[in-house]
């Protein structure tokens, strides 16, 4: 028997499955310079703080005083170092978590969208589902293409694919809520879309988060007192090797953290390509 499932209004409906986050982040600059030049940045300038703070100690400090400092400085490494290591571990656990959630959110609007078509599929107005399948693979195109770039910049309160999601949206609940179409096709896409407009919205959250700034500054706060440290503790050395060494793993550390940053946007990024085969396969 056809019909339509009881609701009370058909655009409160349709603007229920709306939801949209409107949080706005600026994304940082160092996104645009590729990792191994940031690496090689920040290398460069721990090196120079530590030889700096080097070569000032030796030339206005005498001997004896040299030897003080150097002790001091190499018992004060262990606590800069475990309070670096503490800082980097945060945010590799931040920055981690965003990627991670990013990959999540990216199969489950997958799979959603998957729900949908097969929700198509099944109408029984071959017409109609072809219209509704239309929409479905521009949406998908929209997100695969046209909204990359405003995902990697965390830039999603006006998304190109709002359109199409909209469009997809209205086309499914004017069939849904049509007279003649059957309650059991009016439930199934309903129930579908609107679990893949939760999953859209999701996916522009997570494409917001990014590690905050003062965790940004504390890393290079503490790397930098870190290798002015690791700089005095190599006063009577000839050769500061192990100090360049340490200056070394400061910089690697902190651009594993960068390019972790951003899930859509850093070096290390949310993979796409799941969504990118239903979009072409649809």
């Not at 695969?144 to 359109?163: H, K």
């Not at 609107?194 to 790397?223: H, I, K, Y």
């Not at 870190?226 to 902190?254: D, E, F, K, Q």
């Amino acid at each position: 028997m056809g019909g339509n499932p009881a609701h009370p209004s058909q655009d409160f409906a349709a603007d229920s499955l709306r939801p949209r986050v409107r949080v706005r982040l600026v994304p940082t600059s160092l996104d645009e310079i590729p990792l191994w030049l940031t690496g090689l940045i920040l290398f460069v300038f721990f090196s120079v703080v530590a030889m700096l703070a080097r070569a000032l100690a030796r030339k206005r400090l005498s001997e004896s005083t040299q030897e003080e400092v150097e002790t001091h400085a190499q018992r004060m490494i262990t606590g800069f170092a475990a309070a670096f290591a503490f800082f980097t571990g945060v945010a590799i656990t931040m920055t981690w978590g965003a990627l991670s959630a990013g990959q999540t959110a990216v199969e489950d609007l997958t799979a959603k969208s998957q729900q949908v078509g097969w929700a198509i599929g099944n109408l029984s107005n071959e017409a109609e589902a072809d219209k509704l399948q239309q929409a479905l693979t521009a949406y998908l195109q929209a997100v695969t293409t046209a909204d990359v770039p405003y995902l990697a910049s965390g830039q999603t309160s006006n998304l190109p694919s709002d359109e199409s999601m909209d469009k997809l949206q209205d086309a499914i609940h004017a069939y849904a809520y049509a007279p003649n179409t059957p309650s059991s096709e009016s439930t199934a896409l309903v129930s579908s879309v609107q679990a893949l407009g939760t999953s859209n919205s999701t996916l522009a959250a997570v494409a917001e988060r990014a590690m905050p700034g003062l965790m940004g500054a504390l890393l290079l706060l503490v790397g930098t007192l870190l290798s002015a440290t690791v700089g005095l503790s190599s006063l009577t050395v000839t050769r500061p090797v192990l100090a360049i060494l340490w200056c070394l793993v400061i910089a690697l550390s902190i651009s594993l953290v960068l390019a972790l940053d951003h899930p859509f946007g850093g070096s290390v990024t949310v993979n796409l390509q799941p969504l990118i085969d239903v979009a072409n396969s649809s």
